[in-house]
């Protein structure tokens, strides 16, 4: 699979095989991480690995799933994640654009983890005070994100933009993701109206 393969294939998954990820692979992939660009290359950006299933089952409480499907879109008991990676920022390091270093780490964590053939969900709807106190993180950090991890048990697939960004579920609880038209939103050498 090239690049541009494992971009057009990564989706959210939000239904995962209960098959445990090898700890070689989950440290593969914050290592990839760790080698995104990084604001004047001040690297604020840690990584807590969550694979324990005890810890896993505790934070999956303190996160919130797929808005736009209600109930259904949380990850029902057998299909629920079995891995986390929390993304956390050293605000002491860089407290200003520690955004922009997250968004690039996470997205090298989302590609390779498509290309292992493994679902992720990237959550920012997190309890962070109760992740705080279960991981211990010092006051010090910032929690961005976690990314729920696991061999996919669902398929979602990219749809047309019809008006809606607005993701659903058919019958054969496939996911429709809208992603907006490659005309509407491409300018070539100034800004063009549509």
């Known amino acids: ?9 990564r989706r959210t998954i939000r239904r995962f095989e209960q098959k445990p990820i090898s700890n070689e692979l989950l440290i593969k992939f914050v290592d990839m991480a760790r080698l995104a660009p990084s604001a004047s290359n001040l690297q604020p950006l840690e990584y807590i690995i969550i694979n324990k299933k005890e810890v896993v089952d505790e934070i999956f409480s303190n996160l919130a799933w797929a808005g736009y499907l209600g109930e259904k879109g949380q990850p029902p008991e057998g299909k ?4 986390y990676i929390v993304v956390i920022a050293n605000k002491q390091i860089n ?4 955004k922009l270093d997250c968004g690039a780490a996470i997205e090298n964590i989302l590609l390779c983890a498509t290309y292992e053939g493994i679902g992720t969900c990237w959550i920012g709807s997190v309890n962070r005070k109760q992740v705080r106190k279960i991981l211990q993180i010092p006051g010090n950090y910032i929690i961005d994100s976690v990314i729920a991890l696991g061999y996919p048990a669902e398929k979602s697939v990219v749809e047309e933009f019809n008006g809606s960004v607005k993701y659903w579920k058919d019958e054969q609880e496939i996911m429709h993701v809208p992603k907006r038209n490659l005309k509407d939103i491409i300018h070539l050498n100034k800004f ?3």
């Open 192 to 194: 063009e109206v549509k």
């Open 80 to 83: 629920r994640p079995v891995s």
């Open 1 to 9: 699979m090239d690049i541009y393969e494992v971009i057009k294939k």
């Open 95 to 98: 407290f200003l654009k520690y």
